[in-house]
């Protein structure tokens, strides 16, 4: 028989050996997590649109029984209720044509009696106007008294700016344009020369930061109102800021709520780093729920005693569709989410989203589903090294599993962030377009222009005539009723109270 050896017995090559296995078992996690990096590039810019991560809604239409005809019908069919809804709104002009002189008379007898038939034929033809500035040259009137000691004066135009040469329509265009439409200053000077108006890009950048100025209590009550808020979403997005010879990396964060009307309100701030400090100041001492990714710097946020968390499902989804390449397991995990979302839509066609009865929804179907997937992501965590993608993506799960659970307990509760991460994306098509920001106040001014344009798109505001119309009013605004000032509340009193037409000058 073998002899024993004791306890204590050391044995160089075992020590060896356990420290090449630990060896390998760190390298094979490295190849898969670099297996999964490679085929997500891959996907990402060589592969076709079927291969890149589905859109939800997609695929709970195509697991039903609608058919591609169907779908297609139905698709067509909004694009034409959307036509129309357009084209009720654009400006029309009826213009008459008359036959000419020369063909007005019957082909068949040769008279020229003819009368109307009914309304005419009727086309439709659209048309561009292009736009134009136009240079306004305003005389006050002066009168003087016989006595020679009076003189009367007609009060001079409303200006942005004391002693401005540029009109609140022409600051408005900018700051949409630029906002908006992303368009970089040098092109929209480029624009206005075109035009017949001698601009500068400096001129437009001075015209921009002193509307974010003027504008500046409009968008800090924006976001006070959010921050007061019962449920906040929240994300942020890099955006580079001009040094000496190089650039440094400012980030840009948005924070959006949802009120009791659904009327969107989206306020963004601008720091020079991505630190908790940037949450904690604009929602530090609130209560309620804040929807975020699971980025550690909105941890300021909840804790100790704050607003709740909740994940974003749409996160998750991700990771699992990013470990499909090296872990087809990984499907039945996209699967369980695609449960998840089948609900939410069940709930949004019975036009109960937000009510007691979504809650009950949730209850009675989305508690069942999450059940499942808990016990599979602890089945399957021991079979993935920790490194792989899937070890990451379930690891990424399990360590906030009671945020992304919460939706269950609470109607207004979303599933996803995906609300925050559209509010960035013009942010990031302005990037793309003027690639940087001056320095750190021109960020800050960005971030208040950026909060008054999104929360006009966001509610069907048109944000030139909005901002053409408070970029004189909020100067001499009660702040005590400020509120009347943002958009959504602009809206509804101007559709409730129509702005009277203008007097025509008597003849």
């Given at each position: 028989?073998?002899r024993?050896?004791?306890?204590?017995?050391?044995?160089?090559?075992?020590?060896?050996?356990?420290?090449?296995?630990?060896?390998?078992?760190?390298?094979?996690?490295?190849?898969?997590?670099?297996?999964?990096?490679?085929?997500?590039?891959?996907?990402?810019?060589?592969?076709?649109?079927?291969?890149?991560?589905?859109?939800?809604?997609?695929?709970?239409?195509?697991?039903?029984?609608?058919?591609?005809?169907?779908?297609?019908?139905?698709?067509?069919?909004?694009?034409?209720?959307?036509a129309?809804?357009?084209?009720?709104?654009?400006?029309?002009?009826?213009?008459?044509?008359?036959?000419?002189?020369?063909?007005?008379?019957?082909?068949?007898?040769?008279?020229?009696?003819?009368?109307?038939?009914?309304?005419?034929?009727?086309?439709?033809?659209?048309?561009?106007?292009?736009?134009?500035?136009?240079?306004?040259?305003?005389?006050?009137?002066?009168?003087?008294?016989?006595?020679?000691?009076?003189?009367?004066?007609?009060?001079?135009?409303?200006?942005?700016?004391?002693?401005?040469?540029?009109?609140?329509?022409?600051?408005?265009?900018?700051?949409?344009?630029?906002?908006?439409?992303?368009?970089?200053l040098?092109?929209?000077?480029?624009?206005?020369?075109?035009?017949?108006?001698?601009?500068?890009?400096?001129?437009?950048?001075?015209?921009?930061?002193?509307?974010?100025?003027?504008?500046?209590?409009?968008?800090?009550?924006?976001?006070?109102?959010?921050a007061?808020?019962?449920?906040?979403?929240?994300?942020?997005?890099?955006?580079?800021?001009?040094?000496?010879?190089?650039?440094?990396?400012?980030?840009?964060?948005?924070?959006?709520?949802?009120?009791?009307?659904?009327?969107?309100?989206?306020?963004?701030?601008?720091?020079?780093?991505r630190?908790?400090?940037?949450?904690?100041?604009?929602?530090?001492?609130?209560?309620?729920?804040?929807?975020?990714?699971?980025?550690?710097?909105?941890?300021?946020?909840?804790?100790?005693?704050?607003?709740?968390?909740?994940?974003?499902?749409?996160?998750?989804?991700?990771?699992?569709?990013?470990?499909?390449?090296?872990?087809?397991?990984?499907r039945?995990?996209?699967?369980?989410?695609?449960?998840?979302?089948?609900?939410e839509?069940?709930?949004?066609?019975?036009?109960?989203?937000?009510?007691a009865?979504?809650?009950?929804?949730?209850?009675?179907?989305?508690?069942?589903?999450?059940?499942?997937?808990?016990?599979?992501?602890?089945?399957?965590a021991?079979?993935?090294?920790?490194?792989?993608?899937?070890?990451?993506?379930?690891?990424?799960?399990?360590?906030?599993?009671?945020?992304?659970?919460?939706?269950?307990?609470?109607?207004?509760?979303?599933?996803?962030?995906?609300?925050?991460?559209?509010?960035l994306?013009?942010?990031?098509?302005?990037?793309?377009?003027?690639?940087?920001?001056?320095?750190?106040?021109a960020?800050?001014?960005?971030?208040?222009?950026?909060?008054?344009?999104?929360?006009?798109?966001?509610?069907?505001?048109?944000?030139?005539?909005?901002?053409?119309?408070?970029?004189?009013?909020?100067?001499?605004h009660?702040?005590?009723?400020?509120?009347?000032l943002?958009?959504?509340?602009?809206?509804?009193?101007?559709?409730?109270?129509?702005?009277?037409?203008?007097?025509?000058?008597?003849?």
């Amino acid at each position: 028989m073998p002899r024993e050896l004791p306890q204590d017995h050391f044995c160089p090559w075992r020590e060896e050996a356990e420290e090449l296995k630990a060896e390998v078992s760190r390298i094979g996690g490295e190849v898969d997590t670099l297996k999964g990096q490679l085929a997500a590039l891959q996907r990402h810019v060589f592969g076709r649109r079927a291969e890149k991560l589905p859109t939800v809604a997609s695929e709970l239409r195509g697991d039903g029984a609608d058919t591609t005809a169907a779908r297609a019908e139905a698709a067509k069919k909004k694009r034409q209720q959307r036509a129309a809804q357009k084209a009720e709104e654009a400006p029309s002009r009826e213009i008459r044509h008359a036959v000419p002189a020369e063909e007005r008379y019957c082909a068949a007898c040769g008279s020229e009696a003819l009368k109307p038939l009914g309304q005419g034929r009727t086309s439709v033809l659209y048309e561009h106007l292009p736009a134009r500035f136009e240079r306004q040259v305003h005389v006050q009137e002066v009168l003087a008294c016989t006595c020679g000691r009076g003189v009367v004066t007609a009060p001079p135009p409303a200006r942005v700016v004391d002693r401005g040469e540029y009109g609140p329509g022409f600051i408005a265009h900018v700051v949409t344009s630029k906002c908006a439409d992303a368009m970089p200053l040098h092109r929209l000077a480029q624009r206005v020369e075109r035009s017949g108006v001698p601009m500068s890009r400096s001129t437009l950048t001075d015209l921009f930061h002193q509307s974010a100025s003027v504008l500046l209590p409009l968008s800090q009550h924006l976001l006070q109102c959010i921050a007061s808020a019962d449920v906040v979403w929240a994300d942020e997005t890099p955006l580079r800021v001009l040094d000496v010879k190089k650039t440094k990396l400012g980030y840009l964060w948005t924070f959006l709520t949802q009120n009791e009307e659904g009327q969107w309100l989206i306020g963004y701030r601008f720091s020079m780093g991505r630190a908790s400090k940037t949450p904690k100041e604009v929602l530090g001492g609130t209560a309620g729920a804040l929807v975020v990714d699971a980025y550690t710097g909105y941890n300021a946020v909840p804790l100790p005693k704050g607003r709740v968390r909740v994940g974003c499902w749409a996160h998750v989804r991700r990771r699992f569709f990013d470990a499909l390449a090296t872990a087809p397991e990984a499907r039945e995990a996209l699967d369980f989410i695609l449960e998840l979302y089948r609900v939410e839509a069940q709930a949004r066609d019975a036009d109960m989203v937000r009510t007691a009865a979504h809650r009950e929804l949730r209850q009675l179907h989305s508690a069942p589903v999450l059940a499942r997937p808990h016990v599979w992501l602890e089945t399957q965590a021991p079979r993935h090294l920790p490194k792989s993608p899937l070890g990451q993506a379930i690891s990424y799960v399990l360590k906030q599993w009671e945020a992304l659970t919460r939706f269950v307990e609470n109607e207004r509760l979303p599933l996803d962030n995906n609300r925050a991460e559209a509010a960035l994306r013009k942010a990031a098509l302005g990037r793309k377009n003027f690639l940087f920001v001056g320095h750190e106040a021109a960020g800050e001014n960005l971030a208040g222009l950026y909060a008054l344009v999104a929360t006009c798109e966001a509610n069907g505001v048109n944000p030139e005539e909005y901002l053409a119309d408070v970029l004189l009013r909020v100067q001499t605004h009660p702040n005590s009723r400020i509120d009347e000032l943002l958009p959504h509340e602009w809206r509804r009193r101007r559709t409730a109270d129509p702005p009277a037409a203008p007097l025509q000058p008597s003849l």
